[in-house]
């Protein structure tokens, strides 16, 4: 028999609102004790998790793992190195791949392929239109068969309003939803940079938040005329925020995601030039990120999502205009979540509660929890230890991050994924 003690943890657990020194027995990937005291014995493996947080492990409802087509930035095994040693065990893929998954067969292979992984439980999102163009919807029911998790067109908006209006009734009829990377490519354009101070004193292209703002207001519109629901990705705006109160409020069914670099990172990351700071939809400002983690706190934002986009080296050397947008994210949610709960926007049942519970019930997955019954699917993580983001320690096949040689605090050490260790740091 395979038997794991964890030892001396503070167990946090929003599905059983636990937050409490707790020993855990895990018997053959099953949790089989939780108690204040289980006495170690020799054919057990003994983790010592004094100073640690135990938790649900995570969920990250939005990565793109470049699998098929541009493997040489990330592909489903290194994606799902860099899942586990975030403290997650379920992603799902983007389909802006080459080619798009619009196709069942394509949904079929992304589950297959991070099935013969076995790290993480890896599930794609399938495009709204076909190869993403916006002109012509998918086959949403069949995509949905094969295992589809949710629709969108993620790396771009879905510009005609009629088109998304039809994907929301569509999505919402199959019990699904859509989900919508809200950019007017109008307004736009050619920015690199959010408009604003920042982009005047360097000369960066501007891109003005009202680009994002727009196709918000119009999304939350079709969701409550249609009563269907929709899912904002990486709200990055304090008027989208704003916009989403006044959408929940009237009873729309919308939903949003925020991710760690929005939170946590402004338009300043450009002063030293590189491109590393650019994502879609941009960094923003002081007053935006203010807002964003309020309405995380408050529920106005429901989760995190990481918007993990790896991108080669040489891709992010090329000048601004030409320079793909993203930026890597699945192992800082949780440090840059806890420097939030250090700075009491909220508390570290919220913290797991937005990394793991509220992003598993949004796509229907019975939330990871520590319960007797339950086979392990936990983090265990010091919420105080520091460590430099760099090379060695990033884990994706792609290191564009502004936080390159920077420290962060909060460390996953062991990720268990259907009972077994999956991460053990070393
Ligand atoms: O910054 C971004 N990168 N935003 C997107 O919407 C797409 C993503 C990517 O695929 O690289
Ligand atoms: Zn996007
Ligand atoms: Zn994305």
Same mark, same amino acid.
């Given at each position: 028999?395979?038997?794991?003690?964890?030892?001396?943890?503070?167990?946090?657990?929003?599905?059983?609102?636990?937050?409490?020194?707790?020993?855990?027995?895990?018997?053959?990937?099953?949790?089989?004790?939780?108690?204040?005291?289980?006495?170690?014995?020799?054919?057990?493996?003994?983790?010592?998790?004094?100073?640690?947080?135990?938790? @649900?492990?995570?969920?990250? #409802?939005?990565?793109?793992?470049?699998?098929?087509?541009? $493997?040489?930035?990330?592909?489903?095994?290194?994606?799902?190195?860099?899942?586990?040693?975030?403290?997650?065990?379920?992603?799902?893929?983007? @389909?802006?791949?080459?080619?798009?998954?619009?196709?069942?067969?394509?949904?079929?292979?992304?589950?297959?392929?991070?099935?013969?992984?076995?790290?993480?439980?890896?599930?794609?999102?399938?495009?709204? $239109?076909?190869?993403?163009?916006?002109?012509?919807? $998918?086959?949403?029911?069949?995509?949905?068969?094969?295992?589809?998790?949710?629709? $969108?067109?993620?790396?771009?908006?879905?510009?005609?309003?009629?088109?998304?209006?039809?994907a929301m009734e569509y999505a919402g009829s199959l019990?699904?939803?859509?989900?919508?990377?809200?950019?007017?490519?109008?307004?736009?354009?050619?920015?690199?940079?959010?408009?604003?101070? #920042?982009?005047?004193?360097?000369?960066?292209?501007?891109? @003005?938040?009202?680009?994002?703002?727009?196709?918000?207001?119009?999304?939350?519109?079709?969701?409550?005329?249609?009563?269907?629901?929709?899912?904002?990705?990486?709200?990055?705006?304090?008027?989208?925020?704003?916009?989403?109160?006044?959408?929940?409020?009237?009873?729309?069914?919308?939903?949003?995601?925020?991710?760690?670099?929005?939170?946590?990172?402004?338009?300043?990351?450009?002063?030293?030039?590189?491109?590393?700071?650019?994502?879609?939809?941009?960094?923003?400002?002081?007053?935006?990120?203010?807002?964003?983690?309020?309405?995380?706190?408050?529920?106005?934002?429901?989760?995190?999502?990481?918007?993990?986009?790896?991108?080669?080296?040489?891709?992010?050397?090329?000048?601004?205009q030409h320079c793909p947008p993203g930026m890597i994210?699945?192992?800082?949610?949780?440090?840059?979540?806890?420097?939030?709960?250090?700075?009491?926007?909220?508390?570290?049942?919220?913290?797991?509660?937005?990394?793991?519970?509220?992003?598993?019930?949004? #796509?229907?997955?019975?939330? @990871?929890?520590?319960?007797?019954?339950?086979?392990?699917?936990i983090t265990i993580f010091n919420p105080s230890e520091?460590?430099?983001?760099?090379?060695?320690?990033?884990?994706?096949?792609?290191?564009?991050?502004?936080?390159?040689?920077?420290?962060?605090?909060?460390?996953?050490?062991?990720?268990?994924?259907?009972?077994?260790?999956?991460?053990?740091?070393?």
């Open positions: 028999m395979d038997i794991v003690l964890i030892k001396n943890g503070f167990v946090v657990d929003p599905m059983t609102n636990t937050k409490k020194k707790l020993d855990i027995l895990i018997e053959n990937g099953k949790i089989t004790k939780i108690e204040e005291n289980i006495k170690p014995f020799p054919s057990a493996k003994l983790i010592d998790a004094t100073d640690c947080i135990v938790s @649900p492990s995570f969920v990250d #409802i939005h990565v793109h793992f470049r699998d098929p087509g541009q $493997t040489y930035k990330e592909d489903i095994y290194t994606g799902s190195l860099a899942a586990v040693a975030g403290g997650y065990t379920t992603v799902v893929c983007m @389909p802006n791949t080459q080619p798009a998954l619009d196709e069942p067969s394509l949904i079929r292979y992304v589950i297959e392929k991070g099935e013969e992984v076995g790290l993480c439980r890896v599930l794609p999102a399938a495009a709204i $239109t076909k190869g993403r163009k916006g002109k012509e919807l $998918t086959e949403m029911a069949l995509l949905k068969d094969a295992g589809a998790v949710y629709f $969108t067109d993620d790396g771009s908006p879905v510009e005609n309003s009629h088109i998304m209006r039809v019990g699904s939803f859509v989900a919508d990377h809200c950019e007017d490519l109008n307004l736009s354009k050619d920015g690199v940079a959010n408009e604003g101070e #920042i982009s005047a004193s360097l000369g960066l292209p501007p891109l @003005p938040p009202e680009a994002e703002d727009v196709m918000v207001a119009r999304d939350c519109i079709l969701a409550l005329n249609t009563g269907m629901p929709v899912h904002i990705c990486h709200v990055s705006t304090k008027t989208a925020v704003e916009t989403i109160v006044w959408a929940k409020a009237l009873g729309a069914h919308v939903t949003a995601e925020v991710t760690p670099h929005h939170l946590y990172l402004t338009d300043e990351e450009w002063l030293d030039f590189s491109c590393n700071a650019k994502v879609s939809p941009p960094l923003r400002t002081h007053e935006d990120i203010e807002a964003l983690r309020w309405a995380l706190a408050s529920g106005i934002i429901d989760f995190i999502a990481t918007d993990h986009a790896p991108h080669a080296h040489h891709e992010k050397l090329l000048e601004h994210g699945l192992q800082f949610a949780l440090p840059i979540t806890l420097e939030l709960v250090r700075k009491d926007y909220f508390d570290i049942k919220r913290a797991i509660e937005v990394l793991s519970t509220k992003p598993a019930e949004k #796509i229907g997955l019975k939330p @990871p929890s520590i319960s007797v019954g339950e086979e392990a699917e520091e460590w430099e983001v760099n090379e060695e320690s990033i884990k994706s096949k792609s290191k564009n991050t502004p936080l390159l040689n920077r420290k962060l605090i909060g460390k996953v050490k062991y990720t268990f994924y259907k009972g077994k260790i999956v991460y053990e740091d070393k």
